[in-house]
């Protein structure tokens, strides 16, 4: 089993930054993938951005990349999604989700639509202009 708690969500106007965080719990975390998705306000839930089990690899929805920054820190089995240069349509509840499948994904589009095993409760992003 694995828990996920997002935090560091909050308010920013638009151009500023936020660091959110992903702690996880289960001895196992370490062989999971994360991904972070968010759901905006009368919007479907959408993928944002991933990272493979060891780190090494990132994955990025065209919408973020270039502003968004996706790290795991192993020792602390916590996850971050740096965001900068916030918009107001970055406006949403975050969430992060852990997977691990039989294949390793090697796309974003992969990323996005493979099934996640767990998720956490998300966090809200409200970014006014």
């Known amino acids: 089993q694995v828990q996920l708690v997002e935090s560091g969500g909050g308010s920013v106007q638009a151009g500023g930054s936020l660091r959110l965080s992903c702690a996880a719990s289960g001895r196992t975390f370490s062989v999971y993938a994360v991904g972070w998705f968010r759901q905006g306000p009368g919007k479907e839930r959408e993928f944002v951005a991933a990272?493979?089990?060891?780190?090494?690899?990132?994955y990025y929805a065209d919408s973020v990349k270039g502003r968004f920054t996706i790290s795991r820190d192993s020792s602390k089995n916590t996850i971050y999604l740096q965001m900068n240069s916030l918009k107001p349509e970055d406006t949403a509840v975050y969430y992060c989700a852990a997977g691990r499948w039989y294949r390793e994904p090697n796309t974003s589009n992969e990323y996005a639509s493979n099934e996640y095993a767990y998720w956490g409760q998300g966090t809200q992003v409200t970014v006014s202009s």
């Open positions: 990272i493979n089990w060891s780190g090494i690899s990132t």
